[in-house]
């Protein structure tokens, strides 16, 4: 079973304008979440992360929302640009729901056109 | 700082054939974990390590892998008598410890079964 779900394998998005990349999960408990991004023949590079305490994080252009009620989360990045243009992974782990090993979603492929 | 390396970086090998994947975490880490990627599908867990406690092998998908972590730095992934199922990126990731931390990846080796 797909405990993390990323239901758009695609996106694409103009240079300067919003991206938003969704994630739902299944497993209540998990309280730790994670964005990575991939660029190919290279291994993830991990871009933020909000626990569950919490609601929303930010970091420069990156923000995450988590909405744990709906088990949702959302990572907007403003504003796009190409170098963005890469694989968005959603992943999840709980210390108690599986330790801290984590699951990760099927990605995104997030295309910023100029 | 150096960040995690693995080797080789590829890998072709023929049906039956051991292999055998390398992981240097970041200096300092306690935590490493592995996974792999397969063809259009997202990471999945394989085994965790951390300190000197028992490894988790939960996501071990059979009993022909295997990993070791020899004192508490380099591991090496083993897989015997491989099949082209499985073919795909490993990827090795260390953190600081394990409770919500985050998750620092190597660029993977990528291994093709014939």
């Known amino acids: 079973d797909q405990q993390v779900k990323q239901n758009s394998p695609s996106l694409s998005v103009q240079e300067g304008r919003i991206s938003i990349l969704n994630c739902d999960y299944t497993?209540?408990?998990?309280?730790?979440f994670l964005w990575y991004k991939k660029y190919p023949a290279e291994g993830p590079t991990f871009l933020i992360s909000i626990s569950s305490i919490k609601d929303k994080n930010e970091d420069g252009r990156f923000t995450v929302f988590l909405n744990k009620s709906a088990k949702h989360l959302s990572l907007h990045i403003v504003p796009s640009q190409p170098g963005d243009s890469a694989v968005y992974f959603c992943a999840a782990s709980g210390v108690t729901g599986g330790g801290n090993k984590l699951t990760f979603g099927t990605g995104t492929q997030l295309k910023v056109e100029l | 700082g150096a960040g995690v390396s693995q080797s080789p970086s590829n890998k072709v090998t023929e049906k039956g054939k051991d292999v055998e994947l390398r992981c240097d975490p970041i200096s300092g880490h306690t935590a490493l974990y592995w996974y792999r990627q397969s063809l259009g599908q997202g990471l999945e867990f394989l085994i965790y390590f951390q300190g000197n406690s028992a490894p988790d092998k939960s996501g071990l998908p059979s009993d022909r892998f295997s990993a070791e972590r020899t004192g508490g730095s380099v591991s090496t992934l083993t897989i015997q008598r491989t099949q082209q199922e499985d073919s795909a990126v490993y990827l090795c990731?260390?953190?600081?410890?394990?409770?919500?931390?985050?998750?620092?990846f190597g660029p993977g080796t990528r291994l093709l079964v014939l």
């Open positions: 497993n209540s408990m998990f309280d730790y």
């Open positions: 990731a260390s953190s600081r410890s394990g409770v919500q931390e985050t998750q620092y």
